[in-house]
């Protein structure tokens, strides 16, 4: 960002707004390195702030989460409209020539098709958001559009139901004897509304209080529909923006899958369980079996909805190894696991050698370190945006499975490289204080979802005990090679004044 931003590549003088703010004009003072490890309060109370009023709004209105981002060009953004709106028509008229010729063939088979008409609409909330994704994130922090589009996928009419592409790629054929199963075992759909929007279901497989057997690997472990929730709003409130919008909904399986889809496999998954359920499984083969199946209640069945990011032939992303990729076997250890200097060598090479990629490998360790989420093993980029660009942080449904383990190995991007930017260290530091105490966030955050409770409160409270750690890491680095070492200037000028920034009133 600051070789983009700043043309005459120093630091960035924000003069009265610069965003080191004293505490008594509601910022941060450079961080006092004594402070970071002072525990909030774990005891389950959710005290509001001495001035009243949401913790949430008083948390966007900080001038760190207004920062000033550089004039966003062609080249800034991923997509241009007319690129988008001529893509949008070609997608609507292939649906419709489609639908014509499956209608008159479903009529020959004797199968009743529920055809519903697709409606054209460019300012319709998804083709915002798609025109929305930069360079920097995959929304503007006042951006309306995110929000707007969390609600259209709670009642969007769907009018197709598939599997997904990654599904479709394996055929029914899984091969039992790998560690790792592909993602037939997943059960998740790609669903397609009346207005080609599209979202990614994944149907609820555990109740809200269980949790992840002591037993069971990371990578065998069931994918929990309310962890892809609960992500979507820790990475907005950790002002990432790297995880698209993710909605929970209660789906009629009957209605919206099941009547809707035109895959065969798909079709042939549905069955009615002994207490009058209807009930889907995933086509691979070594789970083909009742037991592993979704049912209904006794149709209508909750899952997140994962709003789908624009199709690879606009917009092309690529997906790389994480050089902290774990063994994904019972018994072996990759080199990091054992090298403490492993960092070392990985910033000797392309593309951790300059730039900002190790950076952001980095904050997604932190995030990944707060949901408790083991199963990172690549990460995506848009190609249009090369070695500069922001990762995404996808799949995270494998996060918030034990509340009382913090898994520390999580965090070696952080612990080996010792180095963090200062945006993503100031936010952290603001979420440790009692005012803005992350848990207390979420908590509000995730009520605004239909589903709710998203996260019980355990989770909630594992929390913040990890944002400590986070910061304790950070701490202990700083001690061993310095403040200038590890911490990594970034910021561009606040767009709020000190005083808008304690005002409350304004909207996210």
């Not at 929304?139 to 707007?148: A, K, N, W």
């Not at 499984?281 to 006794?298: I, R």
């Not at 799949?395 to 520390?408: P, T, V, W």
């Not at 180095?419 to 207390?440: C, V, Y």
Request: proline share 6%; charged share 25%; aromatic share 8%.
């Amino acid at each position: 960002m600051r070789s983009k931003g700043l043309t005459s590549g120093h630091s960035c003088s924000c003069g009265p707004n610069k965003l080191t703010l004293p505490p008594s004009q509601g910022g941060l003072a450079t961080p006092q390195l004594s402070n970071w490890t002072s525990a909030p309060l774990l005891d389950g109370t959710t005290s509001e702030p001495a001035y009243g009023g949401s913790k949430l709004v008083r948390l966007f209105s900080h001038p760190l989460y207004n920062i000033q981002t550089p004039a966003l060009g062609p080249e800034e953004r991923l997509l241009q409209v007319e690129q988008l709106i001529d893509y949008y028509r070609r997608k609507v008229s292939h649906w419709e020539r489609h639908m014509k010729l499956y209608s008159l063939a479903a009529a020959l088979a004797n199968i009743t098709v529920t055809n519903h008409e697709v409606t054209y609409d460019p300012d319709t909330s998804w083709l915002k958001f798609h025109l929305g994704i930069n360079r920097y994130a995959l929304y503007s922090r006042d951006d309306p559009t995110v929000l707007q589009l969390i609600k259209d996928m709670q009642s969007m009419t769907v009018i197709s139901a598939d599997y997904t592409q990654d599904e479709k790629a394996l055929k029914g054929a899984c091969d039992c004897t790998q560690v790792v199963k592909p993602s037939g075992h997943h059960l998740k759909l790609a669903l397609k509304m009346r207005n080609l929007a599209k979202a990614m279901f994944k149907p609820m497989r555990q109740q809200r209080d269980e949790e992840t057997p002591e037993d069971v690997f990371y990578f065998v472990d069931l994918q929990r529909h309310n962890a892809e929730i609960a992500a979507f709003h820790l990475d907005r409130i950790l002002d990432f923006r790297r995880v698209p919008p993710v909605v929970g909904r209660l789906v009629n399986i009957t209605s919206e899958v099941l009547k809707v889809t035109q895959n065969e496999d798909l079709r042939a998954v549905f069955f009615t369980s002994p207490a009058n359920n209807t009930c889907f499984f995933a086509k691979c083969l070594y789970v083909c079996k009742t037991e592993y199946a979704a049912c209904g209640s006794p149709d209508l069945l909750e899952g997140s909805l994962s709003a789908y990011l624009p199709g690879l032939s606009i917009a092309p992303r690529i997906s790389i190894p994480s050089p902290w990729i774990r063994s994904y076997t019972f018994t072996g250890r990759e080199e990091w696991e054992v090298n403490p200097f492993y960092c070392d060598t990985i910033k000797q090479q392309y593309p951790y050698n300059s730039g900002n990629r190790l950076l952001n490998i980095i904050d997604m360790s932190i995030f990944d370190f707060l949901i408790g989420n083991m199963d990172r093993h690549h990460y995506e980029i848009f190609t249009k945006f090369g070695d500069e660009g922001f990762l995404l942080h996808l799949d995270n449904a494998r996060g918030f499975g034990k509340h009382a383990k913090d898994e520390m190995s999580i965090l070696s991007p952080l612990s080996q490289c010792c180095m963090i930017k200062q945006s993503t260290l100031l936010r952290l530091q603001l979420l440790a204080q009692s005012e803005f105490r992350l848990s207390d966030v979420m908590r509000e955050s995730l009520q605004e979802d239909s589903l709710r409770p998203i996260l019980t409160e355990p989770h909630l409270l594992a929390l913040d005990r990890r944002l400590h750690k986070v910061l304790r890491v950070v701490h202990q680095c700083v001690r061993r090679l310095g403040k200038d070492e590890v911490i990594t200037e970034d910021f561009f000028k606040s767009t709020v004044t000190p005083e808008a920034a304690t005002d409350g009133t304004m909207q996210r």
